[in-house]
């Protein structure tokens, strides 16, 4: 029994859970080593106080799972299986009756939640999410590994992608190239949809990559991220071609000089709250507050955005192991959109950064 789940063992013994059933794939990932994309069959993780716990998937991946490491049972299903009857004849064999099961109630949709509750009647719910978010908040060493090598080869990207922009080239032909130049370096998977932004598109902060032309006097934005081994980066990098104005280089110094600012306020015992809180008065001061419309960060590891939430008032505090991304940004219409992101682990010490690109303005010619 790994660590992991012995973890949530103890929390179910403590609130009186009988079973953990348990469905997103990042949580199947997280305590069983099984990467899957199930689509619209189902996957899961049913945990017991004493109980071997055992994991449900489409029968063509069972294999799968068990090269992936896991140990106990495997109850696969086909297509034209009752999948749900398979589950409740496994947790029958292991414990006569359930009176509360731990869902993830963030993930499960109403169907499965009242075909849930039909196939064990009159039991409780409870979320499991809070038990979750704080095991997978603090990473380890091996984690962490996974996390830099993804950053390394979202550096590699933006690289690429710089390096790529030429005048009358759409959005989506650096895009292209970008991910081309990761396929050939192995990487099967980005941590969401990547993102090239030219000129006024960039002034939206989920812009969507068209055939938009880049021309002079753009500042174009890349946001991407890479999966390694299922760990996720997350860059942002805002370049100008050929030229830049006089606004958009002060929008552009305001968001640099916010990211630094936030940078050096991590450390343990520092609050979310603080850390949000020294860019947002760094841009606010400067005249853009209200062109910075969305939280500094977000957590960072298996899903690409993960707790905690890095906003002016989330108290929690970092501690040692903690990673997450710094973001600012400025986004005036018809004027520029500008962010700076990077990944970065709270350390016994302070902070290390974990993308590296450069951010100082380039202006490429």
Not at 49 to 76: R, S, T, Y
Not at 81 to 99: S, T
Not at 336 to 365: Q, S
Request: include cysteine; glycine fraction near 8%; aromatic fraction near 8%.
């Amino acid at each position: 029994m790994n660590e992991r789940l012995e973890s949530l063992r103890d929390w179910m013994k403590e609130n009186g859970v009988d079973l953990s059933f348990l469905t997103s794939p990042d949580t199947v990932f997280y305590l069983s080593a099984f990467l899957s994309e199930p689509h619209e069959r189902l996957l899961g993780i049913a945990v017991f106080q004493d109980g071997e716990p055992f994991l449900v998937c489409p029968a063509m991946e069972k294999n799968d799972a068990k090269n992936a490491g896991w140990e106990h049972e495997i109850v696969g299903h086909s297509d034209i299986d009752r999948p749900w009857e398979l589950v409740q004849k496994a947790v029958a064999a292991r414990i006569p009756r359930i009176g509360t099961i731990a869902i993830e109630k963030e993930h499960l949709n109403v169907e499965r939640y009242e075909t849930l509750n039909h196939t064990f009647p009159g039991a409780r719910f409870i979320s499991a999410e809070d038990k979750l978010r704080l095991l997978r908040l603090k990473k380890d060493e091996q984690e962490l590994d996974k996390i830099r090598q993804a950053c390394e080869l979202a550096d590699f990207a933006i690289e690429t992608g710089v390096q790529e922009i030429k005048e009358g080239r759409t959005e989506l032909d650096v895009l292209a190239a970008v991910e081309y130049a990761l396929k050939k370096k192995g990487v099967t998977e980005m941590s969401f949809a990547t993102m090239v932004l030219a000129g006024k598109n960039a002034a939206s902060p989920h812009g969507t990559p068209g055939l938009n032309k880049i021309k002079k006097g753009d500042l174009v934005l890349f946001d991407l991220g890479v999966v390694v081994d299922g760990y996720c980066s997350d860059i942002t990098r805002t370049v100008a071609y050929h030229d830049i104005n006089v606004e958009q280089e002060k929008i552009y110094q305001t968001v640099l000089k916010a990211q630094l600012e936030a940078i050096s306020t991590v450390r343990p015992g520092a609050a979310c709250s603080a850390i949000d809180l020294a860019a947002r008065n760094v841009i606010a001061g400067a005249g853009y507050g209200e062109f910075f419309p969305h939280r500094l960060g977000h957590g960072l590891g298996i899903s690409v955005h993960e707790f905690p939430s890095l906003t002016e008032t989330n108290q929690l505090v970092l501690e040692e192991g903690m990673v997450f991304t710094i973001e600012p940004g400025i986004y005036v219409p018809d004027v520029a959109g500008v962010r700076i992101e990077d990944d970065v682990v709270v350390t016994r010490d302070g902070i290390e950064i974990l993308t590296k690109y450069p951010k100082d303005l380039t202006i490429i010619k």
